[in-house]
């Protein structure tokens, strides 16, 4: 069964910090990994995709890793806002484009505090 | 700039009673996703369309939901009839499918079955 594990559940910061975020998956066979954020009463907005082939890809201060051998990924934060506070989901797809099946993790809650 | 739109924001309703939930996709995009959060399950995928044509219900209960687009900028959700359990957001995503991977989310609909 594909499954899409995070962690942690949540994490609490001071802003300014860095923190990192894990995805560990075993859905198969592999297309895309993608990371949301999402604030609290709105939709997943999209902070990086990657294929098979991408190891890592930065958006602004997230940076997302991938590594497709271990099917583990993690979400780097770098120099903490308070508009981080939300939660962060990891989507693993297989088949094809930006349809076929997708596994979601549960997310990790980020909150990052002054 | 251009947004997936979610019609209601909220809905609540009794058991029994048929709610609609309608999305309108970013124009061009030709892949309409459906999805339903909870805090219990996260993020489910329901159903999806490509160019208005089903690829996958499998995550919808078939007796009492069904999806459709009547044309390329409306895609409705439909609950007949609803139950206590139904209650959660609904979110509406929208993508080009052109080798992409991307998908673009609505606001949602907040939905509770009292």
């Known amino acids: 069964k594909n499954q899409v594990e995070q962690s942690p559940q949540s994490l609490i910061i001071l802003e300014g910090k860095n923190c990192t975020l894990q995805c560990n998956y075993t859905v198969s066979p592999f297309s895309n990994l993608r990371w949301y954020k999402q604030d609290t009463g709105r939709g997943p907005v999209s902070l990086t995709i990657m294929t098979f082939s991408e190891n890592t890809k930065s958006n602004g201060r997230y940076t997302a890793t991938l590594d497709a051998d271990t099917k583990q990924s993690s979400l780097h934060i770098t120099a903490s806002q308070l508009s981080d506070s939300a939660s962060y989901i990891c989507v693993v797809s297989e088949g094809d484009t930006n349809a076929g099946k997708s596994t979601f993790g549960d997310g990790t809650t980020l909150t990052v505090k002054p | 700039d251009a947004r997936v739109t979610q019609t209601p924001r909220h809905k609540v309703t009794e058991m029994g009673q048929e709610v609609t939930m309608r999305c309108q996709p970013i124009?061009?995009?030709?892949?309409v996703f459906w999805y339903r959060q909870t805090m219990m399950q996260g993020l489910e995928l329901l159903a999806y369309?490509?160019?208005?044509?089903?690829?996958?219900d499998s995550g919808m209960p078939k007796d009492r939901f069904s999806a459709e687009m009547p044309d390329a900028t409306l895609a409705t959700l439909k609950i007949q009839p609803s139950e206590p359990r139904d209650s959660a957001v609904y979110f509406c995503?929208?993508?080009?499918?052109?080798?992409?991977?991307?998908?673009?989310f609505g606001p949602g609909t907040r939905l509770t079955v009292t």
């Open positions: 369309f490509r160019n208005r044509a089903p690829l996958d």
């Open positions: 124009l061009g995009h030709n892949t």
């Open positions: 995503a929208s993508g080009t499918g052109q080798g992409s991977y991307e998908q673009y």
